[in-house]
């Protein structure tokens, strides 16, 4: 330490433990790592754009759903949402990827909104892209045929059929509430076509839900 006109100067050396070790045995010394604390306010990500494409597979074309986004600041994953029409919004699995894709799109226009989430959990506001006219196949999907429920020792069965012409549908949506309201649905499964049943165990006797479905 010295001073001069009343102005103190420190020197030092920052200190390591490993430094002994190093010195008497020659043992590697590793950087030790540096915690950046996550901001309390995430950023939204940017430039949410729509955009689709057609393929060609075994003489059928098909359309698909193209997002792609701006990365956000401190983001480590992303969730995104979309919807044909202003119908319900659909969940696109968590990603840390900068877009999705969606095959086998219907005509009509679609939205789509992302957010950006950081290592603590916190997320951003949603950032919403320009609504777009895409072209695909006309009309609607088809509705799932007979859906009904069957009670079973400490579970539920779910059946349903499939009507002519969905060679292309990707899954069935199931959803479940024990209330027969819209806002009380939460997602059960997602089940691949072309599987037609799902097993719910595991509950107490005397339950009751109620089952909407969709492709």
Do not use: C
């Not at 045995?25 to 754009?49: F, H, L, S, Y």
């Not at 059928?60 to 995104?80: G, K, M, N, P």
Request: aromatic share 10%.
């Amino acid at each position: 330490m010295k001073i001069r006109n009343n102005t103190y100067t420190i020197s030092g050396a920052i200190h390591n433990p490993d430094n002994y070790e190093h010195i008497d045995a020659g043992a590697r010394i590793d950087e030790r790592p540096i915690t950046v604390i996550p901001p309390k306010v995430q950023p939204a990500p940017k430039n949410v754009r729509i955009s689709s494409y057609t393929q060609v597979d075994q003489g059928i074309a098909f359309t698909t759903l193209r997002v792609d986004w701006e990365a956000a600041e401190s983001a480590i994953a992303y969730e995104a949402e979309w919807r044909r029409d202003s119908g319900n919004w659909i969940n696109s699995p968590r990603t840390s990827t900068l877009g999705f894709e969606v095959n086998g799109i219907y005509a009509g226009r679609y939205q789509v909104r992302v957010r950006a989430i950081n290592a603590s959990e916190i997320s951003s506001v949603w950032a919403n892209a320009e609504e777009t006219q895409l072209n695909g196949k006309e009309g609607n999907p088809p509705k799932p045929l007979n859906l009904r429920a069957t009670s079973e020792v400490w579970g539920i069965t779910l059946n349903w059929g499939f009507d002519a012409n969905t060679s292309d549908t990707l899954k069935t949506e199931l959803q479940y509430s024990p209330e027969n309201t819209a806002d009380s649905m939460q997602l059960l499964a997602d089940v691949p076509y072309p599987l037609k049943s799902y097993r719910m165990s595991g509950y107490k006797a005397g339950v009751r839900f109620y089952f909407p479905q969709r492709w």
